[in-house]
């Protein structure tokens, strides 16, 4: 694996719930729901009064007056006030983006601890007046007289006054990700089947972990929520088979996606907290796992060129290539389940001949994944999908996976919107 | 916390005047311990032996105290000492108990009146053992003659214990001081030579480490905050659905939390495992999570019976055995050795009407901390049990207000204790003060009227 000056260590998570929208969390704010996260990260390691190197996160859907939404949530907890903070944004790869360049920094060596996470509310969405009202508003603000303020506010028109929500389309192609998604289904040829074998798969394992105690020590409860409150733990392929596709409709009987094989609009807050392996050692505290590097990758997903979800794809070749590695050495795989169909479509890619040769410029394929290493403590379909705490949720899972097993290895895949995309490593110690 | 209005309204002049006319009970407002506080205001006075109250009087001098053996008339009076640890026979009680009687109308509120004796199972003398005896029963009625929020309780002896014992000072400084405010009527038994006095006695668990179950809400939160200002590093231990309120409990104590179902096999490996981790040391564990699944004998069915069996006795056991069976909770030879503190309750003492699963658990504890206690004095360690009577916490303010109120007042205190109290004589006996004591069973509940 590449070389570098140390080790960042992942020490440990807290998660709150992950809860479907309009519901459990419906009167909480993105700052609400981070600050209990890192209330129980705090809790848990003992961090109080703490001065850390910084904190850094981000939700993808938030209001302007939460321009400094890390640093207000870490101002509410007993962290030290001295620890700095900062938001980042990277639609859904928000959290993976903060904590592998978390990582980096403790790497060089410019900071030794690090709290990395992220948040997002679909309840507290923040909701905006129209591109016209606020031109006209910010015209009669410029306005020197009453008279030009007056002439300005005249233009208002009753259409002007609908409220706008943010959506989850795509700027420059106009399609929801669902729609983007079933194209690049369609395209690799995934069948329904599959996709609703990965979704009961992902209700399963996330409810057998919970079952066996797994989440003690990653997630603690927010408002009285105590479990993820997407998860169906009788779920069934006979259940499944019998939804309609929601996505992809022009496709006839193409269309595979449905609700239950896509990830539900969802609430949430992770936190995961980072430090050299002198500082946990300083301070006794647990040392799970490494993370030892992580890759950015983006496609021309715009003309059709490339599915908008693929970009991961494309990242794990050149990370693993960096690295010296191949999917064999790897103990677990955590692909986020954006859609069954984007895990399976881009396990298809990496099987295969044609992609990576042609495409991916490699000798032979990256190979198959054995799907008993994958998502093996259930992932997004089963957990929801808060954007950017979906990153945290997964380092600390797979971190705690592969603590006690020194050496052994642990992939990531995290998809986002715009054509981007994440893929990370995690070592065991 | 439920509101005592009636307690409030009393302590109003004009509350004072009408429910005195009424000859309503006259709960008062109680002393309550404060670390920059003196152990007790005014004169305490020293009766009875005089070679015992030597070595108790350079104890109370070197606090600070206003020492006295003789008082005028006139002078108001904070504690009486009674010292009836060489009487042989019931004749002898007589002029220290006089003495006694004749200066209750001096005391002042939140008064302490301290009989100190020996065991009296330790003598097979039949007129020796009927004159400690009667110190008990004296003890006992004092109580209840106690006006004002003071209090009565003594300090028994072992047969052999040298009364220059650090844990005979301790048991005399906990009761005079606000610690002991909800503790009447009661007995603490001081039976080895173990235990140390603290450097600093607003400190006296620095440098420990303790963990607390059921910790996120009412008495384990405030057993934890009060283990905490007392100077020792908390864990605080709640089940995984109790996680939000256990963490903010532990961002308030500067402790760690460790989100914990007790029932579960490797419980006590858990807790040993993280104290390990983040302590590198375990002193003392309190057994406080418990639950109650109320209902009449007749009505109950299994799921309530082993339920409150499972979590509130089964699991402590299982736990003590991971503990004694683990180096971490054994403590070099020479130090205070680890300290267990189990919480019982009167139930378990007197037994009540639909409580039958519950007093059964926790009379249990009862019997589990006397057939401990040697296991772990052969450590240097301690085992107690303290047995909590009407406290007012969220459980209790969802009692009926005419039950509620009957239970407050049936007490010679005449109001219900508050969790700050149960936890202070939780961190009395955690103490190296306290090491002397084990195997005791000590009631905090004003002298309830139930199973005295």
């Known amino acids: 694996m590449a070389e570098t000056p140390r080790d960042a260590v992942i020490i440990g998570g807290n998660r709150i719930p992950f809860a479907r929208a309009h519901g459990a969390y419906a009167k909480s704010s993105n700052q609400d729901m981070l600050t209990s996260a890192l209330n129980g990260l705090i809790a848990r390691y003992g961090l109080q009064g703490k001065q850390l190197g910084a904190v850094a996160g981000g939700a993808v859907l938030k209001h302007s007056k939460n321009f400094n939404l890390v640093r207000e949530s870490a101002l509410g907890t007993p962290l030290d006030p001295k620890t700095p903070a900062y938001d980042v944004q990277m639609a859904c790869a928000t959290g993976t983006e903060a904590i592998g360049s978390l990582a980096n920094k403790i790497k060089l060596g410019q900071i030794d601890s690090a709290i990395g996470g992220g948040v997002d509310s679909i309840s507290d969405a923040p909701i905006v007046v129209s591109d016209e009202l606020r031109g006209i508003l910010m015209e009669a603000t410029r306005a020197k007289t009453a008279g030009q303020r007056l002439k300005a506010l005249a233009k208002i028109r009753p259409g002007h006054l609908a409220p706008k929500a943010p959506g989850t389309g795509e700027p420059r192609t106009g399609l929801s990700m669902g729609e983007h998604m079933a194209v690049t289904a369609n395209k690799w040829g995934i069948t329904r089947e599959e996709q609703d074998e990965l979704a009961v798969a992902s209700h399963r394992n996330l409810a057998s972990a919970y079952e066996s105690g797994f989440f003690n020590d990653l997630i603690s409860p927010f408002t009285g929520l105590s479990a993820d409150n997407n998860m169906r733990a009788d779920s069934s392929i006979e259940k499944l088979a019998k939804l309609s596709p929601v996505f992809g409709k022009d496709l006839g009987g193409n269309a595979t996606i449905t609700a239950a094989n896509s990830t539900p609009l969802t609430d949430g807050a992770s936190a995961v907290l980072l430090g050299s392996e002198e500082w946990a050692d300083a301070h006794d505290l647990p040392k799970l796992a490494n993370f030892v590097d992580y890759e950015q990758g983006a496609v021309d997903f715009v003309d059709g060129a490339e599915g908008l979800l693929m970009a991961p794809t494309y990242a794990a070749a050149r990370m693993l290539k960096r690295n010296n590695l191949t999917f064999e050495d790897f103990e677990y795989f955590e692909i986020h389940e954006a859609f069954a169909s984007t895990v399976l479509a881009q396990m298809k890619a990496w099987e295969s001949e044609d992609f990576c040769r042609d495409v991916l410029g490699l000798d032979k394929p990256l190979g198959s994944i054995d799907r008993s290493k994958l998502n093996v403590n259930g992932s997004s379909l089963a957990a929801g999908h808060p954007f950017a705490a979906t990153g945290g949720r997964i380092v600390a899972t797979l971190a705690k996976l592969l603590h006690g097993k020194p050496g052994k290895l642990g992939f990531i895949s995290v998809c986002a919107a715009g054509g981007q995309g994440i893929t990370a490593i995690i070592e065991g110690r | ?452």
């Open chain 2, 1 to 452: 916390m439920a509101q005592d209005s009636y307690t409030e309204f009393v302590n109003t002049g004009l509350g004072k005047k009408i429910t005195k006319a009424l000859g309503l009970p006259q709960p008062a407002k109680l002393r309550r311990y404060r670390p920059d506080a003196p152990v007790i205001h005014g004169p305490v006075v020293l009766l009875g032996s005089t070679e015992a109250s030597d070595i108790l009087a350079r104890h109370l001098l070197g606090w600070g105290l206003d020492v006295r053996r003789h008082i005028g008339p006139k002078e108001k009076v904070a504690a009486v000492v009674a010292l009836f640890d060489s009487v042989a026979t019931p004749a002898q009680l007589s002029d220290t108990v006089l003495a006694v009687g004749g200066l209750l109308k001096q005391l002042k509120s939140s008064a302490r009146v301290i009989t100190v004796f020996r065991d009296p199972a330790h003598t097979e003398d039949p007129a020796v053992r009927a004159a400690r005896k009667g110190v008990e029963g004296l003890t006992r009625s004092l109580a209840h003659e106690m006006r004002a929020g003071g209090t009565a309780n003594g300090i028994m002896l072992h047969e052999e214990l040298d009364i220059a014992s650090p844990s005979v000072a301790g048991a005399l400084r906990f009761l005079l001081s606000g610690r002991s405010a909800f503790v009447s009527g009661q007995f603490i038994t001081v039976d080895s030579v173990n235990g140390a006095l603290p450097d600093d006695w607003a400190a006296p668990l620095e440098g420990q480490v303790a963990v607390v179950t059921g910790a996120a809400r009412g008495i384990g939160a405030a057993i934890a905050r009060t283990l905490h200002r007392d100077g020792a590093r908390v864990v605080v231990v709640d089940i995984p659905a109790a996680g939000e309120q256990l963490a903010a409990v532990a961002n308030e104590v500067a402790g760690t939390a460790l989100q914990l179902d007790i029932t579960d096999d490797d419980a006590g490996e858990q807790i040993l495992d993280h104290a390990e981790q983040y302590y590198g040391r375990l002193d003392i564990v309190v057994h406080n999570a418990g639950i109650t699944r109320d209902k009449l004998l007749a009505n109950m069915d299994s799921s309530r019976w082993d339920s409150v069996i499972a979590v509130n006795i089964e699991s402590q056991l299982r736990m003590n055995r991971a503990l004694l069976n683990s180096e971490l909770f054994n403590r070099p030879e020479g130090t205070v050795g680890p300290r267990i503190v189990s919480l019982a309750s009167t139930s378990g003492i007197a037994g009540n009407r639909g409580q039958s699963n519950y007093a059964a658990s926790k009379a249990g504890v009862m019997g589990m901390v006397s057939a401990s206690s040697s296991q772990l004095q052969a450590r240097h360690g301690t085992i107690n049990a303290v047995a909590p009577g009407f406290i007012e916490t969220e459980m209790t303010a969802k009692m009926p207000f005419a039950t509620r109120e009957v239970a407050r007042r049936l007490n010679s205190l005449n109001q219900g204790g508050r969790p700050e109290d149960v936890a202070e004589t939780i961190a009395y006996l955690a103490s190296p003060a306290a090491a002397g004591t084990s195997g005791l069973t000590l009631r905090v509940c004003g002298q309830n009227l139930v199973g005295a």
